[in-house]
């Protein structure tokens, strides 16, 4: 154990302490998260999803134009709707047969549209690869051709109309007699009309273009195996970190406990000293006392809090009257009992300048932050602190008879020489 422990100068070193206390319940969430997902991976089992992707043919609002224009599109959104669409899933069943139902093929298929493209992405997931394929190649076939048969209701209410328009043309030109020259205008202005007509019927005549076709073969399709157990692994080791943290942090919140010499020393925003567990009796004290002895040099009248009933409390006060009696032989070391009334102590620190705390191993933090807070409305400056050891305390114990062995040993040091103790 370090003999010194500094106070944290930023909130990077409380975290760190913080996570050096608490690492066992951080440890412990991001093992059960883990253990958790890596058991629902086990249950769920693995899933394969195809994707099957389709060149999507641009077809304007007439179904054959004669010419050709760059301003034709397609309506994704219209094309995503006809292939959730009833008649789509209602074909991909039949094909496919199995406990397949129209239902679950609307809900469970998914698909990907470039919306500035003519692209479509038909997929699906299924517990066996093959079938996944199959599924997603045969849902975009049937697409193509609910998506054709619409085409061609559209050419034929085309070629009806047409029908129409000709027919109401052809009746104006033989209503028109005669042979002047506007009759004759006239006549070539609806034979024209009826001929542009009359090619456009044309065109539509045994219409069979192409509105797609999958560019990805069903071997060929797409295939990815999911749950990814890294993926899935990865989120839970960091979702148990974050929760372990938190719960590190709650837990933090809600011990009332001094957890060691650097929590100590958080808490009075001073240094903290530590016993020499190499040494015994008093000597193990020594080094921290000189320690104190030295910050306290040139601060006048030391005092020492400690409670009465402390097993440690004779040892660190030999250790400190020995260790002042070397740096500033012409004051004394003042004994205050903080087992005794609060109001005694705080009246008993108008006689001192500067005080060194030695709280008990179970004195709940809040408590040893009032009493340093109490100090510091004294007027006396409190220097730092002794981290004794969660051992038992001493029974019987008075604090006249721990002064009385502490003044015996430090006598004893003196006699001895102060080169003897170190």
């Known amino acids: 154990m370090t003999i010194l ?5 930023d909130g990077l070193q409380v975290a760190l302490r913080v996570l050096r ?6 440890l412990a969430t991001l093992v059960v998260v883990m253990a958790l997902m890596g058991a629902y991976l086990m249950l769920v089992g693995r899933t394969y999803t195809a994707s099957t992707s389709l060149q999507v043919a641009v077809i304007g609002a007439e179904p054959a134009p004669t ?31 199995g406990t397949l139902t129209v239902e679950q093929l609307i809900e469970g298929v998914r698909v990907v549209a470039d919306p500035l493209g003519t692209v479509l992405t038909i997929s699906w997931t299924a517990d066996d690869p093959e079938k996944a394929r199959l599924i997603s190649a045969t849902h975009a076939e049937s697409y193509l051709q609910v998506r054709k048969e619409l085409v061609l209701e559209r050419a034929k209410a085309v070629m ?6 000709i027919g109401d043309l052809q009746r104006q030109l033989a209503s028109v007699p005669g042979d002047s020259a ?23 005549l045994g219409y069979d273009a192409p509105t797609g076709r999958v560019v990805t073969s069903p071997e060929l399709a797409e295939l990815v195996v999911g749950p990814s157990r890294v993926l899935y692994m990865a989120s839970a080791a960091a979702l148990g970190l974050i929760l372990g943290l938190a719960l590190a942090v709650v837990r933090e919140q809600m011990d009332h406990r001094v957890r060691g010499p650097r929590h100590l020393a958080q808490i009075i925003a001073a240094p903290v000293w530590s016993a020499d567990v190499t040494g015994a009796g ?12 030295i910050v306290g ?15 440690e409390s004779p040892y660190l006060l030999a250790a400190y009257r020995a260790a002042q009696g070397e740096v500033r032989p012409d004051q004394r070391v003042v004994l205050l009992d903080l087992d005794g009334p609060r109001a005694e102590l705080i009246r008993a620190l108008a006689d001192v300048d500067h005080v060194v705390i030695a709280p008990n191993p179970d004195m709940p933090k809040e408590e040893v932050r009032q009493l340093a807070d109490q100090i510091d409305l004294s007027g ?20 006249r008879d721990i002064g009385e062995v502490g003044e015996a040993t430090t006598a004893r040091h003196r006699g001895e020489g102060a080169h003897g103790i170190r």
Request: aromatic residues 4%; hydrophobic residues 40%.
């Open 21 to 26: 206390t608490r690492k066992w319940t951080v």
């Open 297 to 311: 040099r040139d601060r006048g009248t030391p005092a020492l809090v400690i409670g009465s009933t402390e097993k």
């Open 380 to 399: 006396t400056e409190l220097i730092g602190a002794f981290h004794l050891l969660p051992e038992a305390p001493m029974k019987g114990a008075d604090i």
């Open 160 to 165: 009806a109309e047409l029908d129409t328009q």
């Open 282 to 293: 008093d000597l193990r004290w020594f080094g921290g006392a000189h320690l104190a002895t």
């Open 5 to 9: 422990t500094l106070p944290p100068r």
């Open 67 to 97: 010419m050709r224009t760059g301003v034709a599109s397609v309506d994704m959104t219209t094309e995503i709707d006809l292939v959730r669409s009833g008649e789509a899933a209602k074909r991909t069943v039949e094909k496919v047969g």
């Open 182 to 204: 506007s009759e004759a205008s006239t006549r070539q202005v609806l034979t024209s009309r009826i001929g542009a007509l009359t090619q456009r019927r044309a065109a539509l």
